[in-house]
């Protein structure tokens, strides 16, 4: 079992560009979670998705931010119009669901906007 | 809202000692209670996981304790090493509507030689 697997690992974007973060959750877990991390900060939850369902996005800013977790695929928290305040580690965690069970994180991505 | 706390934010110990650190929750309503570790610049590392229905678990030199009743749970470090050094944290995975892990800020420990 290879664990959850997050593309890149480090990500550098422009002010204005696009950010794409990628998730493969762990063999037979259907449920995915999307963390950021803001340097010397704890995590914060963003996103909670179910396959093809997002379950809770309370965390999720209002704009420029979304995500998907497609019937087939990786998940994806996609970042329109990038700017510095989003440079982060963002971390995606699988879990199998119910809430019983443990959840595995990511390696995570460290995106950069210059 | 559930709110993790963690004390200490950070402590540093001489290598051998034996170390506790402390997690408390606003809200009992959960489902479990995780202690990770994570390294520098890494990604999470899955220590121990406490069902709401146990009082501890034990994995090596590791030993987490949950008392759901009083919102508290403690990670205690037998024989620290060097290689302990890390941030220590701490998360309760709520109940009802949506489930979801919330975390506490960490405590980073370090264990000098």
């Known amino acids: 079992n290879a664990g959850v697997m997050q593309n890149p690992r480090h990500l550098v974007r422009r002010r204005g560009q696009e950010a794409r973060l990628r998730c493969s959750p762990m063999k037979g877990h259907s449920h995915v979670y999307w963390y950021r991390q803001l340097p010397e900060e704890g995590l914060k939850f963003m996103v909670y998705?179910?396959?093809?369902?997002?379950?809770?996005e309370s965390g999720m800013p209002k704009e420029r931010f979304s995500a998907e977790f497609p019937k087939e695929g990786p998940s994806i928290l996609r970042i329109q119009q990038v700017v510095r305040g989003d440079s982060a580690a963002y971390f995606c965690?699988?879990?199998?669901?119910?809430?019983?069970?443990?959840?595995?994180f990511g390696q995570g991505t460290r995106l950069t906007v210059v | 809202k559930q709110e993790v706390t963690q004390i200490p934010a950070a402590l540093s110990v001489p290598e051998g000692e034996n170390l506790v650190l402390n997690c408390s929750f606003t809200?009992?309503?959960?489902?479990?209670l995780q202690w990770f570790r994570q390294d520098p610049g890494k990604g999470l590392t899955s220590l121990l996981l406490i069902q709401s229905s146990q009082r501890e678990q034990t994995s090596g030199r590791l030993n987490a304790s949950l008392d759901k009743s009083s919102g508290r749970s403690t990670l205690y470090i037998a024989a620290s090493q060097p290689g302990d050094s890390a941030t220590y944290l701490c998360a309760a995975f709520l109940q009802g509507g949506s489930e979801k892990l919330v975390f506490g800020k960490g405590t980073k420990l370090t264990v000098n030689p």
């Open positions: 998705l179910q396959k093809e369902n997002i379950i809770d």
């Open positions: 809200d009992s309503a959960i489902y479990n």
């Open positions: 965690a699988s879990s199998r669901g119910l809430g019983n069970t443990e959840a595995f």
